[in-house]
């Protein structure tokens, strides 16, 4: 039994041997851990660029989705247009947070049809103003 334990593990110890006698070159060499992990190594890959869709929050996703609602649309249905939009599945009650957030800074309302994004106010006093706005 003990020489088969033996036989088994032989691949191993050479293994952690062979570790062992790289770590201690790396000592004696003076390479300490923090110098190794600082430096790039030439042969990794770099990381990726961010492509493809831009990450949205949740408050720009709901201000989408209700500038497409119509009328007003119920939490339960924001929360359905957030799922079936961009794949992004929601508790209610972060939507709901986030609706109270935006109602606070002005972009939405809610009423009794439900919540609806508000109109863009209009300076009379800039005419610049006004004619984005009925462009937009």
Do not use: Y
Not at 85 to 103: D, G, K
């Amino acid at each position: 039994m003990g020489e088969a334990q033996k036989r088994a593990l032989a691949p191993f110890e050479g293994e952690l041997r062979a570790i062992g006698l790289a770590l201690g070159a790396i000592e004696r060499a003076g390479l300490s851990e923090d110098r190794v992990a600082a430096e790039p190594s030439s042969f990794a890959i770099p990381a990726p660029s961010r492509r493809g869709r831009r990450s949205r929050s949740i408050g720009d996703m709901i201000l989408m989705a209700l500038q497409h609602g119509g009328a007003g649309l119920a939490v339960t249905d924001i929360a359905l247009q957030l799922e079936r939009r961009w794949n992004r599945s929601l508790p209610v009650t972060a939507i709901t947070l986030e609706l109270q957030q935006l109602e606070a800074d002005g972009a939405v309302t809610r009423g009794l049809a439900g919540w609806t994004r508000t109109a863009e106010t209009v300076d009379p006093d800039h005419p610049e103003d006004s004619e984005v706005a009925q462009v937009a």
